[in-house]
């Protein structure tokens, strides 16, 4: 195993597709990292975000759809307001912010995918370096 | 594992007449319409069947622990008790209660059992309240700082609750201690049957509370209240230090405030953890007094107060809601401006259930917890916004 542990939490319309392109494009990303498929990232509550920490996880990544382009229409809002909650929580138990991150990622854009995992890893080993 | 007939026996469950009071008492009983359930029924498969029909009994999860049963049994049957052990025998059957809110609060009791966790809970410390490292009184804050940003938009009062109560003490010449890493109590765990996780906050809690150096501990919540002072000493260790509500505190302070030409009347809800699990009835009633205030009883008041409906945050339901619209109904038909309660976790579950559209001004009434009453009585109305949030900095 090489470097920490995330997990990584996509929607299955946009931002699994951008893995799958990722996946066909032979693109390569971290050993380390988890990628788990929910219908809509709107259904995940703090609850499961916190779970993932629990579990040993050093980073979650929340990736959903674009604004506006949420398959279920009201999705991402819902999963901004979850990530804003698990956040506060999240801080409240030592996290730091970049261990717990929003984004989004349109359908088709495998490159997208494995720079926005670069960066939060990159994020997170910047984090392990300060005090 | 220990067989439930060991726990039938330490419990008094062969004392049970079959009267059937428990059954008329419980909110559960009387609130759950889809099936009959009750006390005496749960004992009855206990004494006779075993564990596997005991567990099957729709009361298992759902029961509130409230001690309603207790407090009518002729017969001193530990009901409440035998649901606590009879839980932690079921985890080892895998089994547990619903958790609501996604079992967060679950999982951050148990993430809280890791040793070297380091907190940022104190982020609601205002500079204005004055601590003190060598205080023989020591603040366990709870789970305030993190049902804060949880139950915000229900409007319920957070981190004001903690900020008002060590405001208080201030006033009172007490510059409390508070731990930068307390535990959860483990209340809700030891409730539920999670033993091994009551155990590892307590230890961790017990550790800090004796090194503090402190004699005495105030809470703002009764579950903690019960939990530090009868669970804490019986389950892992004792802790030596003197454990009481503010409420009590208060109480004893006698503080003198003349009424206010607006006031209204209010009433009291009785949380089950202070009133008959701990038999603190009269102090909250004695700080309401004190501040200038007329209380009104609502029927069902002190032994006999109705629970809030919910307890360690499982199995709620319909029956819950059930039991809150009839006790917020109630506490509307006292004529009471304000329902007043010095637990948390009834403000949290009377809001929620306020938070129902469809039940409107049937169940309208303001909520508010007794130590922001007293805070604002003795400084003004320094609460703040209840939409506002407490920013929450991240290391």
Redesign the interface.
């Given at each position: 195993m090489t470097g920490p542990k995330v997990i990584v939490f996509t929607c299955n319309w946009n931002a699994y597709n951008g893995l799958e392109t990722a996946g066909a494009q032979h693109s390569r990303y971290s050993p380390s990292v988890y990628p788990l498929k929910v219908m809509c990232l709107g259904q995940i509550?703090?609850?499961?975000i916190?779970?993932a920490?629990?579990n040993g996880a050093d980073g979650v990544l929340l990736l959903g759809c674009p604004l506006d382009e949420c398959h279920f229409e009201f999705g991402n809002r819902r999963a901004e307001e979850v990530f804003q909650?698990a956040r506060?929580?999240a801080?409240?138990?030592?996290?730091?912010?970049e261990q717990l991150q929003l984004d989004w990622l349109a359908a088709g854009d495998g490159q997208g995918f494995v720079e926005k995992i670069e960066h939060f890893l990159a994020g997170l080993y910047e984090g392990q370096r300060q005090p | 594992m220990k067989p439930v007939l060991e726990f039938v026996d330490t419990h008094k469950l062969w004392y049970c007449l079959d009267c059937g009071k428990c059954g008329a008492a419980c909110p559960i009983s009387r609130h759950e319409t889809r099936t009959f359930t009750s006390p005496r029924t749960l004992i009855e498969k206990a004494v006779h069947c075993g564990m596997d029909e005991v567990m099957d009994e729709p009361l298992f999860w759902s029961c509130l622990t409230c001690y309603r049963c207790s407090q009518v049994c002729p017969s001193d049957v530990h009901f409440s008790e035998f649901m606590r052990s009879a839980r932690s025998l079921a985890r080892g059957h895998d089994r547990s209660g619903d958790?609501t809110?996604?079992?967060?609060i679950q999982?951050?009791g148990?993430?809280?059992t890791n040793p070297d966790?380091?907190?940022?809970?104190l982020s609601w410390v205002t500079s204005d309240l004055k601590f003190s490292e060598d205080s023989d009184t020591l603040y366990f804050v709870g789970c305030m700082?993190?049902y804060d940003?949880?139950f915000r938009k229900l409007g319920v009062e957070g981190v004001e609750i903690a900020q008002a109560a060590v405001r208080i003490l201030n006033h009172l010449g007490i510059k409390p201690q508070i731990l930068a890493d307390e535990r959860c109590c483990g209340h809700d765990q030891l409730w539920e049957g999670d033993l091994d996780t009551f155990r590892a906050l307590a230890g961790l809690n017990i550790t800090q509370l004796k090194a503090s150096g402190a004699k005495r501990i105030v809470t703002t919540c009764p579950e903690c209240a019960r939990t530090l002072k009868m669970d804490y000493p019986e389950y892992v260790g004792d802790h030596g230090l003197e454990v009481i509500h503010l409420a009590q505190l208060l109480a004893d302070a006698g503080l003198d405030l003349p009424p206010q030409a607006d006031d209204g009347l209010v009433t009291y809800q009785d949380p089950c953890r202070l009133g008959r699990h701990l038999g603190v009835y009269d102090a909250p009633r004695q700080v309401l007094f004190d501040i200038g205030l007329e209380l009104v009883e609502m029927p069902h008041h002190a032994a006999t107060s109705l629970c809030c409906g919910t307890s360690c945050w499982s199995a709620c339901g319909q029956v819950s809601k059930s039991i809150q619209v009839e006790r917020l109904e109630e506490a509307r038909a006292t004529g009471a401006e304000t329902l007043v309660t010095a637990c948390i976790k009834c403000q949290i579950h009377f809001k929620c259930a306020q938070n129902d559209p469809l039940l409107g001004e049937r169940v309208g009434i303001k909520i508010q917890d007794l130590t922001t009453l007293v805070a604002g009585r003795l400084f003004g109305d320094t609460k703040r916004n209840p939409k506002q949030e407490v920013p929450?900095?991240?290391?």
């Open positions: 509550s703090p609850g499961i916190l779970k920490f629990e909650e506060k929580l801080n409240l138990l030592g996290y730091r912010n | 958790c809110h996604g079992g967060m999982t951050w148990r993430m809280m966790m380091r907190q940022n809970r700082p993190y940003p949880l929450v900095v991240s290391r």
